[in-house]
């Protein structure tokens, strides 16, 4: 029925999970308590509305698109890199079909139809996208690396490797130029 939320009802609860599933790739940089996926995709979704702007793409379809990027770690949990080597990744797509399941036609068409383009990457705003996913974990890696984890180093460098558009790594070299209280001093009048 496609009236019927109680499958939209079960996903939003499912979603919250996120606020709890940690990234487990800091853990390898001896941070203790690391950051949560939703905590990561909600930053990600703020850089990728950045980037598409300055990069003229759509803003609100690529926040849209980083919304969803890691929703299907509800299920599979946050597979960090080297535990990808060994076991083999679920298909977000499919996970995501999975989660949309029983939901009103035209939600589960769209929620997948955003997922698919994100991992195709072929348009600007997915590539948008996936650059604020990279840029968000090397600003993260900044801010653990300020907090006294120095190996957070790897990630920082690896995903400044890995931006694509010119925007994103414009971004980098100017979050690496930065202390992650800079603000503060700017925001407080501070000269220096």
């Known amino acids: 029925m496609a009236d019927n939320l109680s499958a939209v009802a079960r996903f939003l609860y499912e979603a919250g999970t996120l606020k709890h599933s940690r990234r487990t790739g800091w853990w390898m940089a001896g941070v203790n308590n690391p950051e949560s996926v939703a905590e990561h995709s909600w930053r990600t979704s703020l850089i990728a509305s950045v980037i598409a702007k300055l990069e003229g793409a759509d803003p609100a379809r690529a926040a849209v698109l980083a919304v969803w990027h890691d929703t299907q770690e509800a299920r599979t949990g946050d597979v960090n890199h ?94 690496l130029n930065q202390s992650p209280l800079d603000w503060l001093r700017a925001a407080m009048g501070d000269k220096a």
Do not use: F
């Open 82 to 175: 080297l535990g990808k080597k060994y076991a083999a990744g679920a298909d977000p797509q499919a996970v995501t079909a999975d989660q949309t399941a029983g939901m009103p036609d035209a939600l589960a068409s769209a929620i997948r139809d955003l997922v698919a383009e994100y991992e195709a990457q072929d348009s600007p705003e997915a590539v948008c996208a996936r650059d604020a996913d990279k840029l968000e974990c090397l600003l993260q890696g900044i801010e653990y690396r300020a907090q006294g984890y120095e190996a957070a180093q790897r990630w920082i460098d690896n995903s400044r490797a890995r931006l694509t558009t010119e925007t994103g790594k414009r971004l980098a070299d100017e979050l």
